[in-house]
C-alpha cells in the first residue's frame, strides 16, 4: 500500500457542489477530505471573501471584489450559494479539516494570517506571489506558508528557502520523485495541485508526496485508502 498523502479538497468538494462556497467545504468534509483549499481577495472595506477570481461575474458584467463592500459580496450568488467570508470557513470547518488558504488578491497576507493564527499547524497559507507569502512570514511567523509553482527549478527547494515557507505547492505533472527527495531533505513537504486521475494519484504517493489537491475527493480517496 503507497504512502497516504493528504487529501485536500480544491475549492471544496468542486465536483459536487459551487467552488468556494460553504456547501462544497461541507460536502467534502462528508467525502473523508483532510483539508480544503480555498482562494480569498480582500474587499472595500476590509473583509476577506472566498471567491476564485478577482471579480464577480453577474448579469454579463465583472465586478472587482476590492471595490465592492462585504454588504454587497453577499448579494451575489455562486451557483446559487451565497460567497462566504473566511471568517464563515473557519467557523464551518476549523477542528475538523486544515484550511489551506490560497492568497489572491492584494493586502491579504496580514488579514489571512491573522485570522488563521489561532489554529495553530490547521491551517496555512500559500501564493504564487512569493512577496505574500515574505509578508505573511514578517506579520505571522508562527502560521505555516506554502510557494506555489508551475516550474521546476534546478534547486526545489530555493523557492521554499527563499520566504521561510514549509510547503511546495508544485504543479502535479513536473513533480518526480527527485523533486520530493529534495524537499524532504530540507524538512520540507510537497502538495500536488490539481490531481483528478487516480492513477495519477497512486503514483505520486508511492514518490512520497504529503498532499494531494483534487476537485474529485470521492475518486482520490478511494484510490488511496
Not at 70 to 86: H, K, N, W
Not at 135 to 152: I, Q
Not at 193 to 202: H, Q
Amino acid at each position: 500500500m503507497p504512502h497516504r498523502p493528504e487529501i485536500i479538497a480544491h475549492r471544496g468538494a468542486s465536483r459536487e457542489e459551487p467552488e468556494n462556497t460553504i456547501p462544497a467545504f461541507a460536502r467534502a468534509m462528508a467525502l473523508g477530505a483532510n483539508a480544503v483549499e480555498l482562494d480569498v481577495h480582500r474587499t472595500a472595506d476590509g473583509w476577506l471573501v472566498v471567491h476564485h477570481d478577482p471579480g464577480i461575474a453577474s448579469s454579463g458584467s465583472v465586478t472587482p471584489i476590492q471595490s465592492l463592500t462585504l454588504a454587497a459580496v453577499r448579494t451575489f450568488r455562486v451557483g446559487g450559494e451565497p460567497i462566504p467570508t473566511l471568517d464563515d470557513v473557519v467557523a464551518q470547518v476549523a477542528g475538523q479539516m486544515r484550511i489551506y488558504c490560497e492568497l489572491k488578491g492584494a493586502h491579504t497576507s496580514g488579514l489571512a494570517a491573522m485570522r488563521l493564527a489561532p489554529l495553530g499547524e490547521r491551517a496555512a497559507v500559500h501564493s504564487f506571489d512569493h512577496r505574500m507569502i515574505a509578508e505573511s512570514a514578517s506579520s505571522h511567523p508562527d502560521v505555516p506558508r506554502g510557494v506555489l509553482e508551475s516550474s521546476y527549478h534546478i534547486d526545489p527547494g530555493f523557492p521554499l528557502r527563499d520566504v521561510g515557507a514549509r510547503d511546495l505547492w508544485q504543479y502535479e505533472s513536473l513533480i518526480d520523485r527527485a523533486l520530493v527527495d529534495a524537499v524532504h531533505q530540507i524538512g520540507c513537504r510537497v502538495i500536488a495541485w490539481t490531481v483528478n486521475d487516480p492513477a495519477r494519484a497512486t503514483a505520486l504517493a508511492t514518490m512520497g508526496v504529503d498532499g494531494i489537491c483534487t476537485d474529485d475527493v470521492r475518486a482520490i480517496r478511494s484510490s488511496l485508502d
